[in-house]
């Protein structure tokens, strides 16, 4: 379930790596340096054929931006929302994309000429943020977005678990009389922290739900400071969670809601630090000092997505014969 | 921090190991073979004396029992509660023993010439109960006794995390408005399933307050009731959070709560089988079929300390020069 060892680039020496979203892709050229060479966003279509087209004009976007030759991309790393098999490619339940069973790999790979490779959206991320933090050790990625989940990257490699379900914090109940969740159940970290949760609370229009509950919140309304509450105490339930079952050296944060800038990490970090206050246990944790945060628009997701593009699984390359 | 290659033991072929406990010290003596082939019981003592004095006696016990002489014990391993350092073998705070600070590893190894190691007892009763259960992947031991915590052990070795804090999610909150916690939050997974938190709620005399517990809810007590439904739902949550974070493939459920047999399992997995029902995303994850208990009186914690005390360290294998 490790991987690792570079695609030989021999001749085609650039590492595309995109971050397919419900709203855009974001793409990013990376040179054998590891430095990004070109960037560029667009929005994303519904649906298979649009997603596949979208992914295909992106990498040519990005080759006239980058000056390269789109014959000159060695390897291509997809990050996408959904259940993903990484082995095959194929992309199942990608309900935000219009996507039900998609073979991603193959479909693209034929039209691009380089071979593709395909993560879940959060575990690709996970892999950036830890190749752009220079995280060595082991770290979770704490996606705050519309919904709330976490990748585990340890010694540079995506941890899986036994099921794809490592980092699915965004699922575990921490108040019993809490709100329903998506999932069907009642008071998920999820309800507290994800931004559909928080937007559906709310109930009011806005093209920024979150960022109008903390203003609202700041003006003394008192509902919105409950659930700018629920924020905090939520992804700093996540953090918990994540130190006290797999044990992470680090937990960075990303996401959707990294919009909201130091109001979400300084309010993260002071839940942290309240719930220190009560305990002993947890103060010698340090959880404070342990989190960190992407700034708003990293390219994070589509980086990791070059690295996940560029690395071959272990299993593949066990000689055979 | 993985462990690999067991000891030579030409002509000391005998693993011994313990595991110390606030009441007992349980040993075995394991033969090449890897059957148990002699077990012994006996008291702990309070202090560092003898605790010390408990494990030498408790090998001259099994000695005898097993009909071998003490010189052919070629390892020992020794669990006991507390902060480990299982490097040095000094173990600290383990308030249940009165032991503030002990060199348990050199104390012993010294009386015994034999090599010593020591491990946190609830990772040590992991690796046994893997290996006794033939478990190859990837598990969570959860210890339900008067507290609550689990290791977690894949492929075949402790998942130790950053800092030693992997599977303690006795210290995860599921409830805002729950019960005070001895670590000072409110509402962690301990507070419900944990037998001392169980026994000061209850508050009433008695030898076995958990068994009486679920005797007077079957009577109809509504406050017993309740305390039943705790246990359950709190150890539930615990098998939660260990899948959802870690994604252990099974959980195995161990520890004294394990004396209730079936009255404690059969209510676990119905608890578990109740979340699934309101959750199409939980009922996917099988997690009712993911969870075994270990008989009570189980040697697991005895038999994994033998295999921690047979086990080098990989960095001391590592060639010098």
């Known amino acids: 379930m490790t991987d690792a060892t570079p695609a030989d680039l021999a001749g085609r020496p650039v590492r595309v790596g995109l971050d397919v979203g419900g709203t855009k892709i974001d793409a990013v050229a990376v040179a054998p340096s590891g430095e990004i060479v070109a960037r560029r966003r667009r929005p994303t279509g519904w649906g298979d054929e649009a997603v596949v087209a979208g992914i295909v004009d992106a990498i040519a976007d990005l080759a006239v931006d980058g000056g390269f030759a789109p014959t ?9 929302p959904g259940l993903v098999d990484a082995d095959t490619g194929r992309v199942l339940h990608a309900v935000n994309l219009g996507v039900e069973s998609l073979d991603l790999a193959e479909r693209t790979s034929a039209i691009i000429g380089a071979p593709v490779r395909v993560e879940n959206d959060v575990k690709a991320a996970a892999l950036g943020a830890a190749a752009l933090r220079g995280i060595t050790g082991s770290m979770a990625y704490l996606n705050l977005g519309t919904g709330v989940a976490a990748g585990i990257v340890v010694d540079g490699a995506i941890w899986r678990g036994a099921r794809g379900t490592a980092g699915e914090v965004g699922h575990l109940s921490v108040d019993p009389n809490g709100r329903v ?23 009011r229009p806005g093209a920024l739900p979150v960022r109008d509950i903390l203003d ?10 409950a659930l ?3 924020l905090f105490h939520g992804a700093a339930a996540a953090v918990r969670a994540l130190v006290l079952s797999a044990d992470v050296e680090r937990v960075i944060i990303g996401g959707g809601l990294t919009a909201l800038g130091d109001r979400l990490f300084g309010g993260v970090r002071s839940a942290l630090r309240a719930g220190a ?13 342990r989190i960190e945060m992407l700034s708003d628009g990293s390219p994070a997701a589509a980086f990791g997505a070059a ?7 272990v299993k593949e390359i066990v000689p055979h014969g």
Chains 1, 2 share one sequence.
């Open 216 to 225: 609202a919140a700041d003006a003394g309304d008192p509902a919105a400071a």
């Open 307 to 313: 690295i996940v593009g560029a690395t071959t699984p």
């Open 181 to 203: 969740c998506g999932c069907g159940q009642r008071g998920c970290i999820e309800t507290f922290c994800g931004g559909g949760a928080l937007a559906r609370a709310w109930g």
């Open 228 to 230: 700018r509450s629920d």
């Open 277 to 289: 206050e009560a305990s002993p246990f947890m103060r010698s944790l340090h959880l404070d000092e």
């Open 72 to 80: 000159s991309v060695g390897t291509v790393g997809i990050g996408i």
